[in-house]
């Protein structure tokens, strides 16, 4: 375990860490940041992953088979976790097990813990997590949100097909299914872009999390916190072995499992009027959590064979 936080999570602390520290000592204008991230690096990334991928179409559906399945179970245990709770803090406490980083924590873990091979099956699951995150958030909340707006299928389907990052990973499915060769220019801006990506994306969420203060904590916060640490990789690894994936593609699926719930879901929260404190808790419960559960993680996922 200790190799495990040394070489694997380490890094990603020390940089995360740096964002959180710099947060805490002046003022950074993080809608920029973010901007830069979601509608330039991650678009890039996600593009350079599809052209060059050698994950073939049948297992990268596998993947994201399993991944659904996977955020449906911890949705609902974290609305197990919320029983007796008000309705608005019950569909926080589920939107925060079934919300996980599989983004700024998950690409740049599975890059430390599995190579190139691993990060382009991660990168599979999150360009999944994106899309779904963006379904089930307004999903959650749109029903009973504080704003006493109502969100349909029209405005869920607008909040996904807003991102680049879904016209990009078409277009690049496209180019790769009909074999239609990209300018070696073209690939290569593309790669110094995609090169970006993880940096800022964990520096990106140090200075949310630097920024972010102390949230209110109780018993269901902890609940929820276990229901994301605890839970999710045991349920990867029974949805994984059950839809048939195995060595290193059910390794990534269970690493991404692992991960803190996503700072995007308080987010989403924030967005369509949810229990945003509730979101706020399990967010620094879990990513401080983490230290011990992702290296746990790490050190058994050899075990698999």
């Avoid at 950074?28 to 690096?41: A, C, N």
């Avoid at 078409?170 to 299914?177: F, G, K, M, N, S």
């Avoid at 699926?253 to 308080?266: C, D, G, K």
């Amino acid at each position: 375990m200790f190799q495990a936080l040394s070489n694997v999570l380490l890094p990603v602390m020390i940089v995360a860490g740096l964002g959180a520290l710099l947060a805490s000592r002046m003022k950074i204008d993080q809608v920029t940041i973010s901007r830069i991230t979601m509608y330039l690096l991650i678009p890039a990334l996600v593009l350079d992953v599809i052209l060059r991928t050698p994950v073939k179409a049948a297992e990268a559906g596998q993947l994201g088979l399993a991944f659904l399945l996977v955020m449906a179970v911890s949705l609902g245990l974290g609305w197990l976790a919320g029983l007796g709770r008000p309705d608005a803090e019950r569909r926080s406490l589920s939107a925060s097990s079934g919300i996980w980083n599989s983004g700024n924590m998950g690409l740049p873990i599975a890059l430390f813990v599995f190579g190139d091979s691993g990060f382009d099956r991660a990168t599979v699951v999150f360009l999944v997590s994106i899309v779904a995150m963006y379904i089930v958030g307004p999903a959650i909340y749109g029903s009973a949100s504080k704003t006493g707006q109502k969100y349909g299928v029209a405005d869920i389907l607008k909040s996904v097909f807003r991102l680049p990052t879904i016209w990009v990973a078409l277009i690049a499915v496209a180019l790769r299914v009909l074999n239609v060769p990209v300018p070696q220019g073209v690939t290569r801006g593309v790669a110094l872009l995609a090169q970006a990506t993880l940096p800022l994306v964990l520096l990106s969420l140090g200075l949310q999390l630097g920024a972010g203060g102390w949230p209110p904590l109780n018993r269901r916060v902890w609940l929820a916190g276990a229901a994301r640490l605890i839970g999710g990789p045991l349920i990867a690894l029974g949805i994984g072995f059950l839809v048939g994936l195995r060595g290193e593609s059910l390794a990534v699926l269970i690493l991404s499992a692992s991960m803190p719930t996503a700072v995007n879901a308080l987010l989403i929260a924030q967005e369509y009027g949810g229990d945003s404190e509730t979101v706020a808790g399990v967010v620094l419960v879990t990513t401080l959590g983490s230290v011990l559960s992702i290296a746990a993680v790490v050190a058994l996922l050899p075990m698999l064979g």
